[in-house]
């Protein structure tokens, strides 16, 4: 099947710094990916919907411009979390699918971040 | 090693019937259980959930069983409607790691 690759699996960065989690489909060309992140003990939350070469479009509540997405090719989606704070602390996971692939869509592994 | 396993890719029903999705996990140690529903061109969406110290949860038209000595979890959908036509994921929680299976395609038959 399909593999979806996310990078790093985890990180530690200083409070106002900023950190750029990767988001790669290895076999398929990702036309769309989207972006969650999830809090301990709950389900995940959708952030954010990206289709190659467009803007993303973020769910209501989540900061555009403190979570910036890019997806510059269709293989490649980035999420910069910029001036992280304590509270940005949780896991990102990405999720990536194509056309050519009906319904099916396939996760990366996942992002824990801690901002200390 | 695959530790949440959907083992049926597809799945047919007739309009008015039950299906059943069907989840299989190994780490004994998963706090929560959840169902997830993709359609295409879109996010999987959360459908249900359920703690690993239930055996049943129910909303609507769906309901969730679980059967921890088996590692086995099902998602019921009665009636099933055109609109369940879709992706579901089944997906195992620990802590704060989200764990997927690689889904199971509903169909709903008129």
């Known amino acids: 099947g399909a593999v979806v690759s996310q990078h790093p699996s985890w990180v530690i960065c200083k409070s106002g710094t900023s950190v750029k989690i990767e988001c790669r489909s290895l076999d398929f060309q990702a036309t769309t990916m989207f972006w969650y992140r999830q809090f301990p003990k709950q389900s995940l939350m959708l952030m954010a919907t990206s289709n190659e070469g467009s803007k993303a479009t973020y769910e209501q509540g989540v900061e555009k411009d403190k979570f910036l997405i890019n997806h510059a090719s269709l293989t490649l989606s980035t999420l910069t979390v910029t001036s992280a704070h304590p509270e940005d602390s949780s896991f990102y996971i990405c999720s990536a699918t194509s056309t050519a692939l009906n319904t099916e869509a396939f996760f990366g592994q996942g992002t824990r971040l801690t901002v200390v | 090693d695959q530790q949440v396993k959907q083992n049926s890719p597809s799945l047919s029903v007739q309009e008015g019937r039950i299906s059943i999705l069907n989840c299989d996990y190994t780490n004994s140690m998963f706090d929560y259980f959840l169902w997830y529903k993709k359609y295409p061109a879109e996010g999987p969406t959360f459908l249900i959930s359920i703690s690993s110290i239930k055996d049943k949860n129910e909303d609507g038209r769906f309901t969730v069983f679980l059967n921890k000595s088996a590692k086995h979890l099902s998602l019921h959908i009665v009636p099933s409607q055109p609109g369940d036509s879709a992706v579901y994921f089944c997906?195992?929680?620990?802590?704060?790691?989200?764990?997927f299976g690689k889904g199971t395609r509903l169909h709903i038959l008129p």
């Open positions: 997906a195992a929680l620990r802590d704060d790691k989200i764990i």
